[in-house]
């Protein structure tokens, strides 16, 4: 999924983004998919929010620790976080699996 590329009705991604909230509130932990985590992330994005969405990030890496669109969105929030060195060595992690990921190497540049 490139950058910003939801295909969900934003009224569901709003609420996504709340049960996430409601869920870490709760202090309790359950499964989100892939492509929910990838839309909570992103509509945190075009908040600049990047702490919270970082946040959420921590959460999906560790549900879905090979999943590379999650790690390319976790390097997009490194570099809204101005972690420019974690992002890069993230960015070259990903860039051995998927060389030429057009993200990545947007990111690069």
């Not at 934003?10 to 709340?18: A, E, R, T, Y």
């Not at 998919?33 to 075009?46: L, S």
């Amino acid at each position: 999924m490139d950058f910003f590329e939801s295909h969900n009705d934003p009224n569901d991604v709003l609420q996504s983004v709340n049960r996430f909230e409601r869920m870490i509130a709760d202090q309790d932990n359950y499964y989100v998919d892939c492509g929910e985590f990838q839309d909570i992330v992103e509509h945190y994005i075009t908040k600049s929010e990047f702490k919270k969405g970082f946040i959420v990030l921590e959460f999906a890496v560790s549900q879905h620790p090979s999943n590379i669109e999650l790690k390319v969105l976790k390097a997009q929030v490194l570099l809204g976080l101005m972690k420019y060195k974690s992002a890069l060595a993230l960015l070259e992690e990903i860039e051995l699996f998927e060389p030429s990921n057009p993200d990545v190497l947007l990111m690069k540049g």
